[in-house]
T-cell receptor, first 113, second 112 residues
Framework: KAGVTQTPRYLIKTRGQQVTLSCSPI?????VSWYQQTPGQGLQFLFEYFSETQRNKGNFPGRFSGRQFSNSRSEMNVSTLELGDSALYLC????????????FGPGTRLTVL | SQQGEEDPQALSIQEGENATMNCSYK?????LQWYRQNSGRGLVHLILIRSNEREKHSGRLRVTLDTSKKSSSLLITASRAADTASYFC????????????FGQGTRLTINP
């Protein structure tokens, strides 16, 4: 089976812009979770989607949003980018639940200038 | 404060030696998982141990769980240079959102 894929792998944006990141889960996995990883805060949970519905949400401002499509592919969007949004954004998929074994993609490295 | 906290934050050992990392958590869990991350890449799942299990093995890895002390340990035996990575514990809480909460990780360096 193909693993979790994320596009793009690297992204450079400027403050105030918006960005959309994409994630394709492992075939058959219905749960997709997103995490933000920074040196200072570590791995922070953003949200989890299941069957096109947001099932769980972390403590991030409304500038961070996401969605899931009927084929389980997911996108996350960050609007009005701030310098502090520079991070590695990781997507992970699991069979059914956000507490199951997570299979991670390689991540998207976002740099905000 | 973090639900899962790893100790030590960094560990440097010689190739062939055993490496032990610890994870402590605060609230009751359904399961605890260990992941490895090579520099700047995605995480790789290593082991999942459920709250009613005390020990699990996978190759050179041994994980223990002590729910009375709210702690877990990951032992890597006969370490290799390729084991150099960051190791994270993640807890699946019983209460609240059905998600994993990751600790800050232990940076393991294996010296040849």
């Amino acid at each position: 089976k193909a693993g979790v894929t994320q596009t793009p792998r690297y992204l450079i944006k400027t403050r105030g812009q918006q960005v959309t990141l994409s994630c394709s889960p492992i075939s058959g996995h219905r749960s997709v979770s997103w995490y933000q990883q920074t040196p200072g805060q570590g791995l922070q949970f953003l949200f989890e989607y299941f069957s096109e519905t947001q099932r769980n949400k972390g403590n991030f401002p409304g500038r961070f949003s996401g969605r899931q499509f009927s084929n389980s592919r997911s996108e996350m969007n960050v609007s009005t980018l701030e310098l502090g949004d520079s991070a590695l954004y990781l997507c992970a998929s699991s069979l059914d639940r956000g507490q199951d074994t997570q299979y991670f993609g390689p991540g998207t490295r976002l740099t905000v200038l | 404060s973090q639900q899962g906290e790893e100790d030590p934050q960094a560990l440097s050992i010689q190739e062939g030696e055993n490496a032990t990392m610890n994870c402590s958590y605060k609230t009751s869990i359904n399961n605890l998982q260990w992941y490895r991350q090579n520099s700047g890449r995605g995480l790789v799942h290593l082991i999942l141990i459920r709250s009613n299990e005390r020990e699990k093995h996978s190759g050179r890895l041994r994980v223990t769980l002590d729910t009375s002390k709210k702690s877990s340990s990951l032992l890597i035996t006969a370490s290799r240079a390729a084991d150099t990575a960051s190791y994270f514990c993640a807890t699946a809480l019983i209460q609240g959102a059905q998600k994993l909460v990751f600790g800050q990780g232990t940076r393991l360096t294996i010296n040849p």
